[in-house]
């Protein structure tokens, strides 16, 4: 006598591919698509004005439209987009504006993995926060007008910061407080009111020559063979320089490094 279970067909198990949800056209928000989306899932965000504040805690890809008209406004409370205890996140396309007082424009928080590019990032209190998280990457964002561009702190380690622009910030263009190994070269350090404060923390500021460090908007040195690279050191504080300071701004033609 055959077995019942003999009879059944047999079942194949499949594994979902990834996906890509539409905000607003299947979405209303951006939080209700992370809330439905699935890991290594894209939210692709047509051009508006979203006022939410947005919590990612899986590995998705938010994709904006166009990053001058796509924007995420905090409406003057809390940080605009947290990345709280995930990897592997990617956001690409924004204007991510007014957060509230002492919060971020993007808060990565116990993340790791995760890819901030391409974005304008203005009207802070801090432009992003890096805070215990490691191996991110932020590369070819505008980081502009906030009390600190960047704060990198609390054991965040060996990220990458690299071909950004970090202007014209009224407190600090980057913070770092017992934060090392990270990599920051190839950004344009524009006016901020001071450029960098450092403490407890050892990073690499030039990836050597003939690539260079950072372009410093107060570096005064000069460039006697006409190699696009300063003479001199730019001297950030005690014992830290940028070896190998950029002459002139660099141009973000690449994505990530020449």
Known sequence: MLSVFAMLPAIRLVKA?????????????????????????TIYV????????????KAVSLIGENKGITVIDGSGTGSAIGISH???VTVSGFTISNSGTEASGIYLFY??????????IINHSTGVSVWSSNHNILTGNTITNNDKGLDVSNFSDVNE?????????????????????NSIYHNNFWNNTNQVYVYN????????????GNYWSDYNGTDGNGDGIGDSPYVISEGIQDNYPLMNPWESGSTRYP
């Open 111 to 120: 993340a790791s993995y995760c890819t901030i590019i391409g974005n304008n």
């Open 201 to 212: 923390s050892v990073n690499f500021w030039d990836k050597g020559y003939p690539s260079g």
């Open 17 to 41: 591919e990834p996906g890509t949800i539409r905000v607003p056209t299947d979405y209303g928000t951006i939080q209700a698509a992370i809330d439905t989306a699935n890991t290594g899932d």
């Open 46 to 57: 047509y051009a508006e004005t979203y006022y939410e504040h947005v919590v990612v805690n």
């Open 86 to 88: 995930a990897s592997n």
């Open 161 to 181: 910061i690299v071909g950004n622009t970090i202007a014209s910030n009224y407190g600090y263009g980057i913070y770092l407080d017992t934060a090392g190994n």
